[in-house]
T-cell receptor, first 119, second 114 residues
Framework: GAVVSQHPSRVICKSGTSVKIECRSL??????MFWYRQFPKKSLMLMAT?????????EQGVEKDKFLINHASLTLSTLTVTSAHPEDSSFYIC????FGTGGPTYEQYFGPGTRLTVT | AQSVAQPEDQVNVAEGNPLTVKCTYS??????LFWYVQYPNRGLQFLLK??????LVKGSYGFEAEFNKSQTSFHLKKPSALVSDSALYFC????????????FGAGTRLAVHP
C-alpha cells in the first residue's frame, strides 16, 4: 500500500520550454502532496505544499509563477516548470501523506523522482 | 527554530557489524520523527517513525531507532549490516507549524563493505 508514482522518470527539454511532471497516489487518497527538489549529494528542499482543490503553498524563495502546481484531484498533483532554464535541471520528487483508518499517519510516501535536464 | 542534524556525512561499516546512523533534532512540542532511505536515482523509502509509545521503534529491513528525549536524539540502528544497506539515509521531523511538512536532515551516506 501507499504507492506514489511519478511521470516521467526522466525528461530532457530545451531552454525556454515548459515541462509538466505528474505525481499520483495509486492506492490511497492524498489531500496533501509535497514537491521537493534535490541537488546532487544534497538533502531535499521543499518547494511547495499542494492541497487538493486549493492553491499551493510555496516555500520562501520558490517562484510560484515558474513552478506551477495543480492538485486537481485526490490522487493527482502536477508540477509544471515554465520557461525552463539550465539552472532548473535537478531531481524533482513528490510525496503524499497517507491516512490510516484512525486518521493521518503523518509519514510521507515518496514518488521515485523525475530527473529534469534543461539544455 | 525547528531543525534536524545528521552529524556524519558518511558512515563506513563492515558487513555483519552493527551500524548506527546518528540524528538529533530541535522542535517545539512533541517530536514526530522519521527515517527514510534513498537508493541512487530513486525517491525516498519510509523506514520507521516515532510518534508516541515505546522509545525503541522497529521498522523495515531489520532497522530500528531509539528515541531519547533527554538527548533529543533518534539514532538509526541495525544489529548486522548488509552490503545492500548501502544508501543515503535521511532523518526527518514533522514541522508542527502546519500542513505536516517534514524537515529533513542533510543525509548520511552509509557504506557497508564486504
Amino acid at each position: 500500500g501507499a504507492v506514489v508514482s511519478q511521470h516521467p522518470s526522466r525528461v530532457i527539454c530545451k531552454s525556454g520550454t515548459s515541462v509538466k511532471i505528474e505525481c499520483r497516489s495509486l492506492d490511497f487518497q492524498a489531500t496533501t502532496m509535497f514537491w521537493y527538489r534535490q541537488f546532487p549529494k544534497k538533502s531535499l528542499m521543499l518547494m511547495a505544499t499542494s492541497n487538493e482543490g486549493s492553491k499551493a503553498t510555496y516555500e520562501q524563495g520558490v517562484e510560484k509563477d515558474k513552478f506551477l502546481i495543480n492538485h486537481a484531484s485526490l490522487t493527482l498533483s502536477t508540477l509544471t516548470v515554465t520557461s525552463a532554464h539550465p539552472e532548473d535541471s535537478s531531481f524533482y520528487i513528490c510525496s503524499a501523506r497517507a491516512f490510516g483508518t484512525g486518521g493521518p499517519t503523518y509519514e510521507q510516501y515518496f514518488g521515485p523522482g523525475t530527473r529534469l535536464t534543461v539544455t | 527554530a525547528q531543525s534536524v542534524a545528521q552529524p556524519e556525512d558518511q558512515v563506513n561499516v563492515a558487513e555483519g557489524n552493527p551500524l548506527t546512523v546518528k540524528c538529533t533534532y530541535s522542535v517545539s512540542g512533541n517530536p514526530y520523527l522519521f527515517w527514510y532511505v534513498q537508493y541512487p536515482n530513486r525517491g525516498l523509502q519510509f523506514l520507521l517513525k516515532y510518534i508516541t509509545g515505546d522509545n525503541l521503534v522497529k521498522g523495515s529491513y531489520g532497522f530500528e531507532a531509539e528515541f531519547n528525549k533527554s538527548q533529543t536524539s533518534f539514532h538509526l540502528k541495525k544489529p548486522s549490516a548488509l552490503v545492500s544497506d548501502s544508501a543515503l539515509y535521511f532523518c526527518a521531523v514533522r514541522d508542527p507549524r502546519g500542513y505536516n511538512k517534514l524537515i529533513f536532515g542533510a543525509g548520511t551516506r552509509l557504506a557497508v563493505h564486504p
